[in-house]
């Protein structure tokens, strides 16, 4: 059943990318560059670390594939320049690389590569903040579905086992509230100031 879970999980992550690219190609979507780079890379060295493990799963081998494919487009429709934001995020991915040859250990490295994943989301959370239609709804929905099905067919409860889906299942539940409940809490916010303006 866990077997089963992982390789849905693993295509749902890639099927998630279609609706998001296609959103990308017709400009409906920006990617923040900084976030997709970081976790392409990242998700590549994630990959190799599990690999060494034997701890691959199917969601990892999908997050990879896709991420490349979006980051390469985030160069040409992603969000231009780079903030400040970015470029410190993007540092930080190079620092947990370094970290990471340091030790020399396979678990520490998942763990510090995904600490920084997480850390490269926060672009892509505070583009999405400022404006949710920036992102593609559908696609983090089925991300967010993936990291579910990703998080209940974790073999082992060990760092090198579980970090990656739990880390995934985190930042795409941060992203759903941003794009489905912050929206709204925005709206109830703007109509009660209105009804407020309106009543003195």
């Known amino acids: 059943m866990k077997e089963t879970l992982s390789i849905l999980a693993g295509l749902l992550f890639v099927a998630a990318f279609v609706p998001y690219i296609r959103a990308i190609l017709r400009k409906e979507t920006k990617p923040a560059k900084a976030s997709w780079f970081i976790w392409a890379s990242l998700d590549t060295i994630t990959l190799a670390a599990m690999f060494f493990k034997d701890t691959v799963n199917g969601q990892i081998l999908g997050a990879v594939l896709g991420a490349?494919?979006?980051a390469v487009l985030a160069l040409k429709y992603g969000t231009p320049g780079w903030t400040k934001l970015d470029k410190f995020c993007l540092g930080s991915a190079v620092l947990g690389i370094v970290l990471?040859?340091?030790f020399s250990d396979p678990v520490f490295g998942i763990v510090t590569s995904?600490?920084?994943?997480f850390l490269g989301s926060i672009p892509t959370f505070t583009s999405a903040w400022?404006?949710?239609s920036r992102e593609n709804k559908l696609a983090w929905t089925i991300f967010w579905i993936s990291c579910v099905c990703a998080v209940i067919a974790i073999p082992h409860?060990?760092?090198a086992d579980a970090t990656q889906p739990i880390t995934f299942f985190a930042i795409d539940t941060i992203m759903m509230y941003i794009l489905f409940v912050h929206p709204r809490s925005l709206a109830n916010s703007k109509a009660t100031t209105e009804a407020r303006n309106i009543a003195s």
């Open 157 to 159: 409860w060990t760092l």
């Open 114 to 117: 995904l600490s920084v994943v």
């Open 68 to 70: 490349w494919v979006v």
């Open 130 to 132: 400022k404006d949710p």
């Open 100 to 102: 990471w040859q340091v």
